[in-house]
C-alpha cells in the first residue's frame, strides 16, 4: 500500500480512493483512520517502513463510523491494545449496535453507492474515550479534536500542531485538483454539512489532508475560507 510523507511524523496511507493517517511520535503512533476491513496487514507494513510495529500504536482516532475509515479498526486494537476515540454520536455505529448513516449524498449519486457493496462491514469496536471539542477528553500529542457534523451526526476532524498545522479533514469536506475546497458528492448542502465548513474555515492550518482527495500541502486554511464565504 502507498505510503507518502505529509510533514516530519505524519504519513498518508492510500488504498484506491480512501486514506488514512500515521503519526509518529515519541509517546507512539496515533492512527487517524484504518481504512476498510482487513487491511490491518497493509498498515502493519507501512508501519514496518518506519521502524514501527502495530504494538507501537497507543490511539485509534476515528473521523466517523462508516465502514471504509472503521473497518479495520477493531483488528488494529487487538493486535495493539490502542484505545479507540470517537465521537459520542457516532460510537453507536462503530461499536455494531445501529448501522453507519447514510451520508447527505444528492439523489443524482445515489446510484453511484453500488460502490460501497465492495467495502465489507466494519467488525464491531469497542470506544474507550468519545473526543468532544471542549477539550474534555485530551487527545494523544498535539492534536486536537474539531466537531464536523454533517457527513455522519458525529464526524470529527482532527487538527494536529506541527508545521503550521495539518487539518486531518475526513470526510467533511474534498479538494479538487486545483486546490480548491468543495463539498464533495456525499455530501450536499445542509445546515450541518456547511455550518462544518464554515467552522473548519475559523481554523489556521498549512496543509489539509483528506481521506478520500489529495491534500492542499501549502496555505490550505485560506482554501477553506474562500469556500466558506461562497457559501449562500
Known amino acids: 500500500m502507498k505510503m507518502e510523507l505529509l510533514v516530519d511524523g505524519v504519513y498518508q496511507l492510500g488504498a484506491g480512493m480512501v486514506n488514512s493517517y500515521i503519526i509518529d ?4 503512533v496515533t ?3 484504518t481504512l476498510v476491513r482487513g487491511r490491518e496487514g497493509a498498515i502493519a507494513q507501512n508501519l514496518k517502513e518506519i521502524g514501527r510495529t502495530l504494538a507501537d500504536v497507543r490511539a485509534i482516532l476515528l473521523t466517523h463510523s462508516h465502514a471504509d475509515h472503521s473497518g479495520s479498526a477493531a483488528a488494529i486494537k487487538a493486535a ?3 484505545r ?3 465521537s459520542e454520536a457516532d460510537t453507536p455505529a462503530i461499536q455494531g449496535a445501529v448501522k453507519p448513516p447514510a451520508p447527505p449524498t444528492h439523489w443524482y449519486f445515489r446510484p453511484m453507492f453500488w460502490l460501497a457493496v465492495f467495502f465489507p462491514d466494519a467488525p464491531p469496536a469497542e470506544v474507550d474515550h468519545f473526543v468532544s471539542e471542549d477539550g474534555k477528553e485530551l487527545l494523544p500529542g498535539d492534536l486536537r479534536a474539531i466537531e464536523t457534523p454533517g457527513h455522519t451526526p458525529g464526524h470529527t476532524s482532527y487538527l ?3 508545521a503550521g498545522g495539518v487539518l486531518l479533514v475526513g470526510d467533511a469536506a474534498v479538494a ?4 480548491r475546497v468543495k463539498r464533495g458528492y456525499s455530501n450536499r448542502s445542509t445546515p450541518e454539512v456547511d455550518g462544518s465548513l464554515r467552522h473548519l474555515a475559523e481554523f489556521k492550518f498549512e496543509i489539509a489532508a483528506f481521506c478520500h482527495a489529495k491534500p492542499i500541502n501549502t496555505q490550505a ?3 477553506f475560507r474562500r469556500f466558506a464565504e461562497s457559501l449562500t
Open 31 to 33: 492512527l487517524v483512520d
Open 160 to 162: 494536529l500542531d506541527r
Open 25 to 28: 511520535g515519541d509517546e507512539g
Open 176 to 179: 479538487t485538483k486545483d486546490g
Open 84 to 86: 479507540l476515540y470517537a
Open 221 to 223: 486554511s485560506g482554501a
Open 80 to 82: 495493539s491494545k490502542a
